[in-house]
């Protein structure tokens, strides 16, 4: 690389490409992993923004749909364990919901991986982090998000 004079320094190099996640936790068991995570120190990748919800079933399709169209490369929701949710079955609508999201997605354009459902525990906070890595590197895969003309793999 060379000098530029009129700065007298090297040019920075460019960082690599990190994918935009949201995640959608519910309230009472998987923000708990999500914290219980990052108070045990396990590391996951910074990108992931986590937005707390009531409960995994307040997750509307729309929510999910709107991250993608404004930049998420990857959403991930996660609710209390199937038979465990604190309002009794708000977990068992969140997943016949984003089932029929999913296919929905891929009818608008956009890749279903993108999306992924899942459940924790309030002490889960290993396998929070274990998922979100897992997740980042799935949609690092499939590359940025180009929006509703991308075609799925």
């Not at 935009?20 to 992931?48: E, H, M, Q």
């Not at 919901?97 to 929905?104: G, H, K, S, T």
């Not at 991986?113 to 309030?122: C, K, M, N, Y």
Request: charged share 20%; proline share 7%.
């Amino acid at each position: 690389m060379a000098v530029t004079e009129a700065e007298g320094r090297l040019p920075a190099a460019e960082p690599a490409w990190q994918p935009k996640i949201v995640a959608f936790c519910c309230n009472w068991c998987s923000y708990a992993g999500a914290d219980l995570a990052g108070t045990s120190r396990i590391g996951y990748p910074a990108s992931v923004r986590i937005i707390r919800v009531p409960c995994s079933g307040r997750v509307n399709p729309r929510l999910v749909l709107r991250a993608l169209q404004n930049g998420a490369d990857g959403v991930l929701v996660a609710g209390c364990h199937p038979g465990d949710c604190h309002y009794g079955t708000g977990n068992y609508y969140a997943r016949r919901r984003l089932a029929v999201a999913a296919r929905f997605l891929e009818y608008l354009g956009f890749a279903a991986e993108r999306l992924h459902v899942t459940w924790f525990s309030g002490s889960e906070g290993p396998q929070f982090a274990e998922t979100i890595a897992r997740l980042t590197e799935r949609v690092t895969a499939l590359g940025p998000n180009r929006g509703p003309k991308e075609v799925s793999r």
